[in-house]
């Protein structure tokens, strides 16, 4: 499955911003869904992720209350919108597909990032 990332930008502390990652090549219901994101000089963490049917939503601490996931399976995209953002919150973000490895936080398949720059 190819996945395709959007929405990244640059926005004032307190901002919002949706990403967006299209899905394409296979059934994308099949599909968990992450987001993950990688600031400068630091690995990549884990953001968010949502089962294929979106009954289940876990967060990274630190968005929690101020992020949410979610996706649309009729348009094949895995949206995550993010309030009150942070200076901490600049990164790079990965959107992710993964079919079996829920339990253990196994990708498939990765997009190529957008960025997120939030200024103070």
């Known amino acids: 499955v190819q996945l395709q990332a959007s929405g990244g930008g640059l926005v004032q502390a307190g901002g919002s911003l949706r990403l967006s990652c299209a899905a394409s090549?296979?059934?994308?219901?099949?599909?968990?869904m992450g987001w993950f994101r990688q600031a400068p000089g630091k690995e990549r963490e884990f953001v968010a992720r949502i089962t294929w049917s979106g009954a289940r939503k876990d967060y990274a601490d630190s968005v929690k209350g101020r992020f949410t996931i979610s996706r649309d399976n009729a348009k094949n995209t895995v949206y995550l919108q993010m309030n009150n953002l942070k200076p901490d919150d600049t990164a790079v973000y990965y959107c992710?597909?993964?079919?079996?490895?829920?339990?253990?936080?196994?990708?498939?398949?990765w997009g190529q990032g957008t960025q997120v720059t939030v200024s103070s």
């Open positions: 090549g296979r059934t994308f219901s099949n599909y968990f």
């Open positions: 992710a597909a993964g079919i079996s490895g829920w339990s253990n936080g196994k990708y498939n398949y």
